[in-house]
Each structure stands twice: as C-alpha cells, then as structure tokens.
C-alpha cells in the first residue's frame, strides 16, 4: 500500500488507544489503594522492563540499518539511564523515575516488589516478550515504538509536528497526579524528562521506522498492532475489574 495509506492504518489503531477507566484515573475517583493497583500493574508489565525490550529488538537489527540502530540505542540510553535528560533526570533510568514518582504518592519501593499480574495483564506482557523476542524486528519495532509508547494523541501531535502547545510547568500543574492526588511538582521528573526527549523519539518512530518497512512487511505489521491494541485494551479491562470499577454508564 502507499506510505500514507499505511500511516493511516497505523494511526487508526491509535486512534483506539483509549479506555473507558482512564476517566476515573485523571478525574481523580480513585482511592489511593486503587490507584496502586493500576500503577502497580503498569510497572510489572512494561515500564520496568521496555529498556531490555528495546534492547532485544536492537539486537535483531541487520548492520545496514544504522540510523534506526543508532536511534533505538539512543532510546535505549535515556530509558535505562536518563542520560539524554540528564539535567532531569540526575542519572536515574525511566523506571527509577517512575519509582521516584510513586514515592510522591506515598508508596514505597517495596509495593512494586513480587507484583503479581492479573490475567489480562500476564496476556499482554506476555504478548509484548513474544514480540520482542522472536516477531521480524521491523514488526517488533514497530509494536514498541508506535503502539506501547504511543497513544490516542499522536495524530494530532503529528500534525504539530511534535512541537509541544504548553510549557512543561503549565503541564504538570494541570496533571491529574497533581490536581487530584496531591504529588509534588519536584517529584515528576518522569513526566519532565517524556517531555524534554518524547516529542524527538516519536517524530523519528513515525519517519525513520516507516521508511525501514518493506510493502510486504506493511500488513504483518498493522497486524501485529491491532492484536496489541485488543491485548492492551483487555489488560485495561482486566486491571480495572479488580480495582471494583464499572463499565459507565452512558449519558442519554
């Protein structure tokens, strides 16, 4: 199919990136107990390992694909040391960011320690080790870069080109962590340092990894992503059922 056919495909799948539990995540309708769940879910199934999941695509890459070597190593570096937003990040890695996070919302370290996953959850992890290990690498790449570190805003961040609409100040004030849950502003380096380095990476997500598919790669790929999309939506699904959530109901 034509390049921005293809795109489109892959947008589409993005466009459906979104789950009915998020509202009661940034309304702030969750008690504190219940927002460790989710975050405790999150952080065993992906957060903690996507550096070593990158890191395993990277080492399938043919030697003649050096500049999308060069950016997933790039990717790779910031997640598991923070280097690219040093002044943010101080030396500490994505998770430990994350981990930093959680302790402005009162958890401890040790509440994301033997985290037990729920089916959903184990479903898709285990998704995500099956693609990272053994899918074509342009495939994998394509699940880990678009799908896992995109989201339902990235059509019109394209369009923006990724340039960000707000100062990251203005963000933070306006995040629901903050508004709802009461987490310090000092302790979201992890939202400054996505915001200091993401715009970058996904800008080369959507360029250099499209332009490294092959047409017969096209279809494997989107469906690679529509089967990431049905596994993340029932992760959500299934993390949400054990946080006593229900489905709402709908507005007449």
């Known amino acids: ?57 990277l080492g399938r890459m ?58 959903t959850s184990l479903g898709y992890r285990t998704f995500l080790d099956l693609v990272s290990f053994t ?17 339902i805003e990235d059509r019109e961040r394209l369009k923006k080109n990724y340039h960000p609409t707000k100062s990251i100040e203005a963000k933070l004030k306006e995040h629901s962590l903050h508004r709802h849950y009461g987490i310090s502003l000092s302790d979201m380096d992890l939202v400054r340092a996505h915001h200091s380095i993401e715009g970058g990476h996904r800008k080369t997500a959507w360029e250099t990894l499209l332009k490294a598919i092959p047409v017969e790669f096209q279809i494997p790929v989107v469906r690679a992503m ?11 699904d299934g993390v949400c059922l054990e946080m006593s959530l229900e489905y709402p109901k709908p507005t007449k």
Do not use: C
């Not at 789950?19 to 405790?40: P, R």
């Not at 899918?135 to 989201?151: H, K, N, P, Q």
């Not at 529509?226 to 959500?236: I, P, S």
């Open 1 to 57: 199919m034509p390049s921005s056919e293809f795109r489109e495909a892959l947008l589409s799948v993005l466009d459906q990136k979104n789950h009915w539990g998020w509202q009661y995540i940034v309304g702030g309708k969750l008690s504190k107990s219940q927002l460790l769940h989710h975050f405790q879910q999150e952080y065993e199934v992906y957060v903690r390992d996507f550096p070593i999941m990158l890191a395993r695509v």
């Open 62 to 119: 043919p030697p003649g694909a050096v500049q999308l070597r060069r950016e997933f190593a790039e990717n790779i570096y910031e997640e598991q040391t923070g280097g690219l937003s040093q002044k943010i990040s101080k030396g500490l890695s994505h998770p430990e960011l994350f981990l930093k996070m959680m302790g402005g919302l009162g958890y401890r370290n040790q509440d994301f320690e033997n985290i037990q996953l729920v089916p």
């Open 135 to 151: 899918y074509d690498w342009r495939i994998a790449a394509a699940v880990l870069t678009l799908f896992v570190e995109g989201s």
């Open 226 to 236: 529509q089967e990431a999309l049905e596994l993340w939506l029932l992760f959500r």
